[in-house]
């Protein structure tokens, strides 16, 4: 099985597929924190704002790695639930919402820790390219995909350097492009396909977004 050394190689090997693209107008959105020590490989070579989807999984009861729903936030917050494992669980519309007010919360505290007095970046007509560190269920990706498509983007394309093949295809109904490295088989947790997955710390988000926003000057290519 073939793996990938880190994030930051991880990045720059999506980059160099997304730099070929030539999109027009493009802007990165990197789902924290995994997503971010990728994206910003995609921002150093392509010179292109970067900017976050503050998106949260709701794990199973007592089984939190597995993804029951999603929530990402904003003045509509959007949940996207697994719903067949929500029928072999027993979990109900409500449940998924009671278990989802915690996750906003945290959403809100990381809103404020990463992005204090940064303006958001506007995606309406422009290319939205949404990254992460790898997919496993697509839960968080679909809620996240889901939100940026109602900020208008005129292309939607997700950009990941590793997922399961058939969650990969399940999603292309949802953007206009997928950029997935490696769909390896079978599929394991997705820190399984890295040799180094270390966790991504809040204090490292900021530096990066930092770093991206000087890359480009504050306010982004475009704006």
Known sequence: MSRFLNRTEAGKALAEVLAERNYDDPVVLALPRGGVPVAIEVVRALKVPLDLVMVRKIGAPGQQELAVAAVVNGDDPQIVTNEGIMLALGLTDEDIEQMSKSRL???????????????????????????????????????????????????????????????????????????????????????????????????????????????????????
Do not use: M, N, W
């Not at 995606?123 to 839960?139: E, M, N, S």
């Not at 040799?195 to 770093?211: I, S």
């Open 105 to 223: 919360e945290e959403i809100r505290r990381r809103r404020g820790v990463y992005l204090s007095g940064r303006a958001q970046v506007p995606i309406k007509g422009r290319t939205a390219i949404v990254v992460d560190d790898g997919i496993a269920t697509g839960a968080t990706t679909r809620a996240s995909l889901k939100a940026v498509r109602k900020r208008d983007p005129a292309k939607l394309v997700l950009a990941v350097p590793v997922a399961p093949e058939d969650v990969v295809e399940d999603l292309r109904g949802e953007v206009d492009e997928v950029i997935c490295l490696s769909t390896p088989y079978p599929f394991q947790a997705i820190g399984l396909h890295y040799v180094d997955f270390g966790q991504t710390l809040d204090e490292e988000v900021v530096r990066l977004l930092d770093e991206a926003a000087e890359l480009i000057g504050e306010g982004g290519s475009g704006d």
